[in-house]
């Protein structure tokens, strides 16, 4: 999607995410090889998100931590929808994988865009060739592509280096006014990404993230840590190590590393225990 599907006939049409590997591996090569970065982050948003544990899984060893941002794990629905809808879109993409089908938060008012984009007086700015409003339309054969992905973290993706997910702290609806939409994801279901995070690995950081004014707020999961606060131009790090995890009352002991290596994201640096440093 995006530049890739410039003069396609159906952009966005992608049927199995990995067929953007050589892309992603390419570009690893490059940061490494030939600008000399020994530490890389990989970060993704939505359905990059969903590429980028799938990466992080299938090439242990290659990223050196995964920041994830409102990561497309699950499908947006009841149980039913997820279960004989998925199996449904299943059946359909095998004899028609290019019928445009109804997906939950789809829809011709995308307050998505209108409470993100500067043509509706907000503050973010993107060619709207690339990524329209109403978005692409969403394609059998994308949607079942996408759900056996979900399946696969579902089954857990055993990934063994420190994620970061990011998410909103309320879910709003397609029917959001422009305000809810600025304050809440209107298109993932922010439970099903805090419930999917367990499944990527064993040190997983999930923080919920509220505006409140020009004060940014990140929410931890865990309530024995206390909300962080950042105010505006006020620098902060959060790090840390994961040292067990908690599984059917038993505490399981994780192996301490020999060090731990900045990361090099500035001015925040993401790795795993909620500590504050000012």
Not at 159 to 177: D, E, H, M, N
């Amino acid at each position: 999607c995006g530049r890739a599907g410039v003069g396609y006939w159906s952009p966005h049409d992608v049927r199995d995410l990995r067929v953007h590997d050589e892309e992603i591996a390419e570009a690893l090569r490059i940061i490494r090889s030939e600008h000399g970065h020994d530490v890389v982050v990989l970060n993704g948003h939505s359905t990059g998100g969903l590429q980028a544990v799938i990466w992080a899984a299938d090439h242990p060893g290659t990223v050196d931590a995964l920041v994830l941002n409102s990561p497309w794990l699950d499908l947006r629905g009841s149980a039913l929808v997820r279960s004989y809808g998925s199996a449904f879109v299943d059946l359909l993409s095998r004899r028609d994988p290019e019928r445009v089908i109804g997906e939950p938060g789809s829809g011709d008012e995308d307050n998505y865009v209108a409470a993100l984009h500067r043509r509706w007086r907000v503050e973010w700015d993107w060619d709207l060739a690339l990524k329209p409003a109403p978005s692409f339309p969403v394609r059998a054969g994308f949607l079942a592509g996408i759900r056996r992905l979900q399946r696969e973290v579902h089954h857990g993706l055993g990934i063994r280096v420190p994620i970061l997910v990011c998410c909103s702290t309320a879910s709003g609806g397609v029917k959001a006014s422009l305000e809810e939409a600025q304050r809440s994801d209107v298109v993932l279901d922010v439970e099903q990404i805090i419930d999917r995070s367990q499944y990527l690995g064993d040190d997983v950081t999930v923080k919920r993230f509220h505006r409140n004014g020009d004060v940014i707020e990140l929410h931890p999961e865990n309530p024995d840590y206390p909300t962080i606060t950042v105010r505006p131009g006020e620098p902060f790090v959060i790090e840390g190590l994961a040292v067990g995890l908690i599984r059917n009352s038993m505490l399981v002991r994780a192996p301490t590393p020999a060090s731990v290596r900045p990361c090099p994201v500035r001015p925040q640096r993401f790795l795993t225990r909620e500590t504050r440093h000012r």
